[in-house]
Each structure stands twice: as C-alpha cells, then as structure tokens.
C-alpha cells in the first residue's frame, strides 16, 4: 500500500465527502475518488459508500480506518524509538575494566558528561590485554589504566586525567610489614621486583635509584603487571612498586607510602584512529579537566627532579 492512499482515505473519513477532502489536500475531488479507487482495488473490498450527500465508511472501511490510525502511531512510536537508539548509539562509549584497570575513575569522571556508558570486563592477562587493546573500537573503545608504558604511547592515543604516588607492595610476613611508611635505608636486604628496562620511563628512573643502593636486590617482573605478579611478591617475599587504586588486589599486601617522588599517570588509552564519539567523549573530558572539574585523584610532577 503507498502512504499517499492511506493518507487520502483518512483524510475522507474524518472530512465526509471527496470534496471537503480535496480542500483540505489541495487537489481536486476527482483526484481524491481515483485515489480511493486505487486503495479499495487494492484492498479487494469497498471502503466508503458514495451517497449525494457525501461518503460514509462500510463496515469493513470502519475497521480499515481504526487499524490504520492504531498502525500509524505504532508506527511513529518505532521511527521516535529507532531515532533515540540511534542518538544514544552516538553517544556510547564502551569502556573495558578489569581487577588492576578499574573503570570507576573514569566514570565519576564522565558522571556530568551526556554519554552512555558500557561497562566490558577483561583478564588481566597480558594476552588478554593486549588483544582488548590491538581491538580498540571493536567491542571495547578504551580502558583507564597507569599509563606510562613506552610501547603504548607509540600504539595508542593516551589522554593523561591524573598523576598518583607510586606506592611499595610489602607481603604481611615481610620484616617491614609493622612500618607505616618507608625510608631507604629500610629496603636494605630485600629484594624489589620491578618491571623490565624499557618499559616505562618512571619505572627506569626509579631501577636507576633503586640500583644506586648496593643493599637492594632487584628482581625483573615476569610480565607488566596482572594479578599473577601480586602472588609472586607474596610467595617470594619480594617488595613491589605498587598503587593505591590495587591496595585491596591481594589480602596478604599492605601499601605503604615511601620517601620518594616518583608518580605514575593514570589515564585514558584509546585508538590512534578512534570513532566519532570517542574522539567527542575524549575532548569533552580534555575540556572538563582544562576547566578543573571532574579531578580523579591529586595531581603531582610527573618524575623526580
């Protein structure tokens, strides 16, 4: 059935007459019966009886015209609901989150944005994080993680919302398990796990401190850091860099602060080429933090001088 039709004989049934409905259609009366012509043939029965009095619906043109207004709002429901998926579709942004990448500061961050959030969880495997990553846009659009690792900031974009105090890792059986922060000349004698040269610019300025005290041993971490590396430095005895948001990953860690400066950023890691709303969601939170608003934790230098 083509909507003009329908729309005539709608227009017929409420004005009475082919000729008041001309009028109102601004065609002639002649144009509006070829029309209803049209739609009764197609139908296969007849819809208005025509009298010298003007038009009144059969009974199955009675019927006709109450399913046809019922369609047409159920037809206007679905178009206004298509177009409001499609409009928040414009504006979802899907975040992946895990047990040492927790999404929460970014979404208190964003809580005053006009986006829709979606939550994805991930292992925080390597394997599995670097897929979730090399995938940026497919089922995840970003995470929010410590973001100084020298590899990802060639791969991926990084928007950098806050520097946090790096922190050490003490397994509760440690002999500096009773301190309640830390000095250097108390880690003589342990050993300190780190990751590898290279990785991350904090990390190799911190090995270059840590390597200046001959009575601390350090130790490379297998991988970057995932839930694995928290049960090494239990099982070994090992002290770790660690940070306030992983304080509760591992119940036999205490995190304690120490004499030191060294920071790690925290941020948004996203796709060298990334979708339209996630380059809108990116700097609308550039602005927010430009303005100061929206602050996820205490900002400090970057490196020690």
Same mark, same amino acid.
């Given at each position: 059935?083509?909507?003009?039709? &329908?729309?005539?004989?709608? =227009?017929?049934?409420?004005?009475?007459? @082919?000729?008041?409905?001309?009028?109102?259609?601004?065609?002639?009366?002649?144009?509006? %019966?070829?029309? !209803?012509?049209?739609?009764?043939? &197609?139908?296969?029965?007849? +819809?208005?009886?025509? =009298?010298?009095?003007?038009?009144?619906?059969?009974?199955?043109?009675?019927?006709?015209?109450?399913? !046809?207004?019922?369609?047409?709002? =159920?037809?206007?429901?679905?178009?206004?609901?298509?177009?409001?998926?499609?409009?928040?579709?414009?504006?979802?942004?899907?975040?992946?989150?895990?047990?040492?990448?927790?999404?929460?500061? /970014?979404?208190?961050?964003?809580?005053? +944005?006009?986006? $829709?959030?979606? !939550? &994805?969880? @991930?292992?925080?495997?390597?394997?599995?994080?670097?897929?979730? %990553?090399?995938?940026?846009?497919?089922?995840?659009?970003?995470?929010?993680?410590?973001?100084?690792?020298?590899?990802? #900031?060639?791969?991926?974009?990084? +928007?950098?919302?806050?520097?946090?105090?790096?922190?050490? #890792?003490?397994?509760?059986?440690?002999? /500096?398990?009773?301190?309640?922060?830390?000095?250097?000349?108390?880690?003589?004698?342990? $050993?300190?796990?780190?990751?590898?040269?290279?990785?991350?610019?904090?990390?190799?300025? /911190?090995?270059?401190? &840590?390597?200046?005290?001959?009575?601390?041993?350090?130790?490379?971490?297998?991988?970057?850091?995932?839930?694995?590396?928290?049960?090494?430095?239990?099982?070994?005895?090992? +002290?770790?860099?660690?940070?306030?948001?992983?304080?509760?990953?591992?119940?036999?860690?205490?995190?304690?602060? %120490?004499?030191?400066?060294?920071?790690?950023?925290?941020? !948004?890691?996203?796709?060298?080429?990334?979708?339209?709303?996630?380059?809108? @969601?990116?700097?609308?939170?550039?602005? /927010?933090?430009?303005?100061?608003?929206?602050?996820?934790?205490?900002?400090?230098?970057?490196?020690?001088?």
């Amino acid at each position: 059935m083509l909507r003009k039709e &329908l729309d005539t004989f709608l =227009t017929v049934a409420d004005a009475g007459s @082919f000729l008041k409905a001309s009028k109102v259609l601004y065609t002639t009366p002649a144009s509006v %019966m070829n029309q !209803i012509n049209k739609l009764e043939a &197609l139908v296969g029965v007849s +819809l208005v009886e025509r =009298t010298n009095q003007g038009i009144r619906l059969t009974a199955a043109g009675r019927y006709f015209r109450e399913s !046809i207004q019922k369609l047409r709002q =159920t037809s206007d429901a679905i178009l206004a609901r298509t177009r409001e998926l499609a409009e928040t579709e414009k504006r979802l942004i899907r975040v992946g989150t895990s047990i040492l990448r927790p999404c929460r500061p /970014l979404i208190r961050l964003s809580e005053e +944005l006009p986006y $829709t959030i979606r !939550i &994805l969880p @991930f292992d925080d495997s390597p394997e599995a994080l670097s897929a979730i %990553m090399r995938n940026f846009g497919g089922d995840v659009d970003c995470i929010f993680s410590p973001c100084n690792s020298s590899s990802w #900031a060639k791969q991926y974009n990084i +928007l950098v919302t806050a520097e946090v105090p790096c922190r050490v #890792a003490v397994p509760r059986q440690h002999r /500096l398990a009773t301190k309640t922060s830390l000095t250097w000349p108390d880690l003589d004698g342990s $050993t300190f796990m780190l990751v590898k040269r290279g990785a991350s610019p904090v990390f190799d300025a /911190l090995r270059d401190e &840590l390597e200046q005290h001959p009575g601390i041993r350090v130790v490379d971490m297998p991988d970057f850091y995932d839930t694995s590396v928290f049960n090494i430095c239990v099982e070994r005895n090992y +002290l770790m860099e660690t940070l306030d948001i992983w304080k509760h990953i591992h119940p036999n860690i205490l995190t304690l602060p %120490m004499e030191w400066n060294y920071v790690m950023p925290l941020g !948004i890691i996203y796709a060298k080429e990334p979708s339209r709303p996630v380059r809108e @969601f990116i700097a609308d939170i550039q602005s /927010l933090l430009e303005r100061g608003g929206g602050t996820t934790m205490p900002q400090s230098p970057l490196l020690p001088r």
